[in-house]
Structure formats: C-alpha cells, structure tokens
C-alpha cells in the first residue's frame, strides 16, 4: 500500500494514497519529502476577497504584457535567420563543388 504525505495549513498527514482525492476536496495539498506542493487542493478552502482581487490584478498585468507581440517579433527573427542560413549553407556547398 502506497502512503503520501498530504498537509492542510500546519497539519501534515501521511495517508493511503486510495484516500488521496478525498484529502484532496477536503483542502488538504498533496506534498513531497521536502514539502512542495505535488497537487493543490481541490476544494475546501475559501480565500479571501484581498488575494482574488490581488491575483486578478497580476493576470490582467501580465495579459498587458507585449508578450505576445515579443513572441511574434521573435518567431518573424527566427525565420529570416533560417532563411539566411539556408542561403549561406547553398553558398558553401556552391563553393567546395568548384
């Protein structure tokens, strides 16, 4: 039988891993030898107004980001340097043909 530690706030538990989803909607994350976090809970837990709020503001943030153009700008730069190492590599083969 398989046993995983689980921990709900101070509180750490080692349970059969058959009862995990069940800690799991009762709050409890599922954790490693040293403590992190393997599967957040899936319910059980409220949160407060203030760290919603505080989590929308850093998603629309990063929505607003030039990310996405970045990303765009660096994929058009990826494909005029493979044009242009396309265009070298032809010009040495042309070069040791002679």
């Known amino acids: ?3 995983v530690k689980v921990r709900k706030q101070n509180k750490i538990l ?3 891993e ?4 069940a800690f799991l909607q009762q709050g409890y994350d599922q954790i490693d030898e040293k ?3 393997i ?3 899936t319910g059980g837990r409220a949160i407060s107004v203030a760290e919603y709020n505080k989590v929308v503001e850093e998603l629309e943030r990063l929505k607003n980001t030039d990310a996405e153009k970045e990303l765009e700008e660096a994929k058009k730069e990826i494909k005029a340097l493979k044009a242009e190492n396309t265009k070298l590599k032809k010009s040495v083969e042309e070069t040791k043909s002679e």
């Open 18 to 21: 058959s009862r995990l989803e």
């Open 1 to 3: 039988m398989d046993v």
């Open 39 to 41: 599967k957040r809970a």
């Open 14 to 16: 080692e349970i059969p």
């Open 35 to 37: 403590g992190g976090v």
